[in-house]
Every structure is written in C-alpha cells, then in structure tokens.
T-cell receptor, first 112, second 111 residues
C-alpha cells in the first residue's frame, strides 16, 4: 500500500462550524504533514508530526488544531475558520522527517 | 514557449515534443531535490528525485539535471503526452530542514 488517503474530498463549512479533516497512511511512515495550498500557489507547510509528536508548527492560527492519534492517522480540527482559509488541504507522509514526502489527494475546503 | 507574469508560468509544447521545465533554487546548501506533478484537483505526485552528489538521474521518460554551480534544476520529459499536462513543482531540502517548494510551472500539451 503506497497511498495516502484523505477524507472528505470536499467540505463546505460556515464560520461558526467545527469540522475535522482526516488523513491515513499504511506505509509505516513515521512523519506526517499538513499543507495548505491556495490556487496557483505551491503547498505551504502548516504542521509536521514526527513519531506521533508535533515537531513543527509554522505559526498557524489556533483555529487549526492538529492531532496524531497513532502512527497511521493524522487529523486537522477546524473551528471558527475565516473565508480566507478556503484552500486545498494536503496531507503527506514520509519514512522519517525530511525524507521524500508522498501526498494525499487533498480536501478542498470552502468557508462561507 | 514559456510565459511568466501574474499567473503561474506556463510552458506550452506540442504533443510528441520534448519538454524542459526549469527551476532555480535559492539555497546553496540544499542537498536533495524532488520534482512533483500536480494534476487539476489532485495532490502532488512524486516523479523523480536527485541528491546533490549527482548531476543527472533518469527515470521512465523523465530526466532530472542538477547544476549546483548556478543553482539550477531541470526536468526533461521525452515525447510529451496529453497526460503530462499538469503543474510541476520542484522542491529543495537543506539537510536537517524541511522541503521548500518552488512556485510551479504549468505544462500545457497541445494536440
């Protein structure tokens, strides 16, 4: 299994909603990542988990809250988002941090 | 030809021709480089990588060239096909740091 899966594929939420994005990989990778990608821009790193511990938080607002329940799963909890948070949210994993990253298909988020 | 402006740089090539996508990187200490392909509505897909102790690496229909003197990376695609149409990102890594992505180039394959 060489795949990173993400759910849901699409999400529309209001600014008062709470929702979660999910990511899963079964490649035995010990590093997992969340990226945000706006249209026509490269992915921007948000968070890195290494061996289930938060390793990097790239000054992301607290309305985004990551969670790594185990080595295969990564969640991104969303609360009180703003319309400018609308973007494609990508999950990636790598064997260990800073090695080749493999991306999931992303969740397209629209905040109204 | 190639155009750069307010929009994503675009390279247009005829089907069957070879494509060359360029990337200038910023950090002379970067030791590992990856090319990703991102099709519309999908996540980036790993294509090929190269470490700084090499200057060329070949895959199936793709070749990556690394020129450390001028900090330049290129991706060559042989016999470009419609399925190659996508945005291509280079990513560089300084040892001990995370990857930094380039701005991307849109490849458009003309019939």
């Amino acid at each position: 299994d060489t795949e990173v899966t993400q759910t849901p594929k699409h999400l529309v939420m209001g600014m008062t909603n709470k929702k979660s994005l999910k990511c899963e990989q079964h490649m035995g990778h010990r590093a997992m990542y969340w990226y945000k990608q706006k249209a026509k821009k490269p992915p921007e790193l948000m968070f890195v988990y290494s061996y289930e511990k938060l390793s990097i938080n790239e000054s992301v607002p607290s309305r985004f809250s990551p969670e790594c329940p185990n080595s295969s799963l990564l969640n991104l909890h969303l609360h009180a988002l703003q319309p400018e948070d609308s973007a494609l949210y990508l999950c990636a994993s790598s064997q260990v941090q800073q090695e080749t990253q493999y991306f999931g298909p992303g969740t397209r988020l629209l905040v109204l | 030809g190639e155009s750069v402006g307010l929009h994503l740089p675009t390279l247009s090539v005829q089907e069957g021709d070879n494509s060359i996508i360029n990337c200038a990187y910023s950090n002379s200490a970067s030791d590992y480089f990856i090319w990703y392909k991102q099709e519309s509505g999908k996540g980036p897909q790993f294509i090929i990588d190269i470490r700084s102790n090499m200057d060329k690496r070949q895959g199936q229909r793709v070749t990556v060239l690394l020129n450390k003197t001028v900090k330049h990376l290129s991706l060559q695609i042989a016999a470009t096909q419609p399925g190659d149409s996508a945005v291509y990102f280079c990513a560089e890594r300084d040892y001990g740091q995370n990857f930094v992505f380039g701005p991307g180039t849109r490849l458009s394959v003309l019939p």
